[in-house]
């Protein structure tokens, strides 16, 4: 136990040292952890209410006739503002999640099929790059306007417009380093083609991968916000943060702060993670190099 225990806290220590060692990785870490606990204390820290009982058209805190309770103030039914942004926030991040989560999960097959099936590759990326020539975010609106508009068919329309590109860049820089010498002199030893894919371009190719991933999750939360902004997943419980963006726009010449805020913490949110996206990469490719 002790052992244990040990590893640890010197795994932890490690772990603190590297991300102290650069700058985008504590910004990019912190951040990421306080969006977290933010999530988290939206239950158990702000008890939040979303019923219309409040005084309508309150102004933010800091303004004449505002209200401390009411950080930014209130919509014109009786909504908290600020208690509805934290549920959106958090709506938007686990929606964005499911549909990243399914995007990798099919696209690591798809790659992986790929590699050790050559007749199956040549087809599936001739489909792929004319999928890709059309703007994704335009394909979305396009499927979404002639498929159901539940949130669920939403999550999968976005999946399968992002899917394509997804696969189709991970493919180039997995085709990139099998051409690369060092895996021809591991071929030539006789290494098996799946040995040099998962012990060498794989791990070799995870800064890549990593910022594939990043850019797949940025462009997932803004379609997501787009399509709601628009009606599109009109069924969702609680609102997203483009559902909400939509409720407060003709609040904008009361009170803009509801419209702002809600893309604020979008950018933030997405700043962050390309932060931690630019230090993990860094420091993958230098230890690579090394």
């Not at 099936?117 to 599936?124: E, G």
């Not at 070799?204 to 939360?221: M, Q």
Request: hydrophobic share 50%; with cysteine.
């Amino acid at each position: 136990m002790n052992n244990i225990m040990r590893s640890i806290s010197k795994y932890a220590l490690n772990t603190k040292k590297i991300i102290n060692n650069n700058i985008y990785m504590i910004i990019g870490c912190y951040g990421i952890v306080a969006i977290i606990l933010l999530c988290l204390a939206i239950k158990w820290v702000f008890h939040i209410q979303l019923e219309p009982i409040f005084i309508p058209n309150l102004p933010p805190a800091w303004q004449n006739n505002g209200d401390l309770n009411h950080i930014l103030g209130t919509d014109n039914v009786g909504n908290d503002i600020f208690n509805y942004l934290l549920v959106s926030y958090k709506t938007t991040l686990v929606l964005t999640l499911r549909a990243t989560f399914y995007v990798v999960i099919i696209g690591a097959i798809i790659n992986y099929l790929l590699f050790f099936i050559p007749p199956l590759r040549v087809a599936v990326v001739i489909v792929f790059k004319l999928i890709i020539s059309i703007p994704p975010l335009l394909s979305t609106i396009v499927v979404a306007v002639i498929w159901s508009n539940s949130i669920n068919s939403i999550l999968i329309i976005v999946g399968i417009c992002y899917l394509p590109r997804f696969v189709h860049n991970i493919h180039n820089q997995i085709m990139q380093e099998w051409q690369k010498t060092y895996i021809t002199a591991h071929r030539l030893d006789g290494l098996s083609v799946k040995k040099i894919l998962n012990y060498y371009i794989l791990p070799n190719i995870f800064p890549a991968y990593l910022t594939e991933l990043v850019g797949l999750f940025s462009s997932i939360i803004l379609a997501l916000i787009i399509l709601t902004f628009l009606g599109f997943g009109n069924n969702l419980i609680t609102p997203d943060i483009g559902m909400r963006m939509n409720q407060t726009l003709g609040m904008i010449q009361i009170n803009y702060w509801p419209f702002f805020s809600s893309g604020l913490v979008i950018i933030l949110t997405i700043f962050f993670i390309q932060m931690l996206n630019f230090g993990v990469h860094m420091m993958l490719t230098k230890r690579i190099e090394n």
